[in-house]
């Protein structure tokens, strides 16, 4: 499975791995934008500072992406919206 990952134009230490090309379906936090940074395979995808393999792929089974910091993985939180509908 490729992975294609994104930085948030609105934050300087949030990324996110989706494994569509478009991010979807990362939402678009406060009016901001997610920027694709790189499209690796993700067997290799371990060198990036921060990801972490397992939950992503929990998390993309789950929500259909996956949001880390340098620091870790961090919480998907939807808010009321609720996750999106598929």
């Known amino acids: 499975m490729k992975l294609f990952f994104f930085k948030c134009s609105v934050s300087e230490d ?4 989706s ?4 991010g979807n379906p990362l ?6 934008k997610w920027l694709p940074i790189e499209i690796i395979n993700s067997e290799h995808s371990m060198s990036i ?5 397992k939950r992503a792929d929990s998390e993309i ?3 259909g992406c996956h949001w880390f910091t ?3 993985p961090r919480d ?5 919206d609720g996750p999106p509908k598929k």
Do not use: H, Q, R
């Open 49 to 53: 500072i921060g990801f972490d393999k």
């Open 27 to 32: 939402p678009v936090p406060g009016g901001g």
């Open 14 to 17: 949030l990324y996110g791995a």
């Open 61 to 63: 089974k789950k929500w």
């Open 76 to 80: 998907i939180y939807w808010g009321k």
């Open 19 to 22: 494994p569509n090309k478009d």
């Open 70 to 72: 340098t620091k870790g």
